[in-house]
């Protein structure tokens, strides 16, 4: 007698377990959920939390017949700064869902990028990036950060948004793709930004 209650007592918590483990796996599968995605967009929904992933590529023109970068202020010591220390630039900056800039629009990045670093290569970049494709058609988010270029990877802050991209909290890894010898920069990158549904609390 004793020595079955031995066997089975691990035999029974072990079940327990696996039960727990297997249910607490179920319940998280029921609780996210996709709610949209396409080619460069990912939105999924956790109770009144969606997370949205976008992967998009920037292209950043500052020479040539059709610039959408213009330096509109400097400082005196910009142009023998080895950082150009003071420029301050002026972006409407087409974002692509791939590499090849003849590849599908889906916004622009528009704001201000400034020289901000005295001794290493360092952008501020102020930019709304506004999106004109799908169901993010107006819906745009905004950046304020520091762009540290010369690294492999950049990471930057997402401080707010509109329309899907309300009350939006987040970050991008940047990285750049190519830079030709006109300085047109291909950035590809990629964005993490959690938002709140209102619509589940229509009574808000
Ligand atoms: C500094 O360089 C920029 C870009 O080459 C040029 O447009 C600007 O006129 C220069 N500024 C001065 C004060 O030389
Ligand atoms: C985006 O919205 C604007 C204004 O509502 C509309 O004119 C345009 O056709 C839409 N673009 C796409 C790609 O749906
Ligand atoms: C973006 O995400 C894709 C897919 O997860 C990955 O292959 C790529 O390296 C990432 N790029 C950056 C700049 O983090």
Do not use: C
């Amino acid at each position: 007698m004793e020595k079955n209650k031995e066997l089975t007592m691990p035999t029974l918590n072990l079940l327990s377990i696996l039960i727990f483990i297997v249910s607490s796996i179920n319940a998280g599968a029921d609780h996210a959920q996709l709610n949209h995605q396409n080619s460069w967009a990912k939105r999924v929904e956790r109770g009144n939390e969606v997370t949205t992933t976008l992967q998009f590529y920037f292209h950043n023109i500052p020479n040539g017949p059709g610039p959408t970068s213009v330096r509109i202020a400097e400082a005196a010591q910009t142009n023998s700064s080895r950082t150009f220390f003071g420029a301050l630039m002026m972006i409407d900056d087409p974002l692509t869902v791939g590499p090849d800039p003849s590849s599908r629009i889906v916004g622009r990045a528009r704001g201000l990028m400034g020289s901000a670093g005295l001794n290493k290569f360092t952008l501020i970049m102020a930019v709304s990036y506004v999106f004109t494709d799908g169901i993010y058609n107006g819906s745009s988010f905004s950046l304020l950060s520091i762009n540290e270029v010369l690294r492999p990877a950049q990471e930057m802050a997402v401080v707010g948004g509109t329309g899907l991209f309300r009350l939006a909290r987040g970050h991008v890894v940047a990285r750049t793709h190519s830079i030709d010898a006109m300085s047109v920069a291909i950035v590809e990158y990629n964005v993490t930004i959690a938002t709140y549904d209102y619509s589940k609390h229509p009574h808000e």
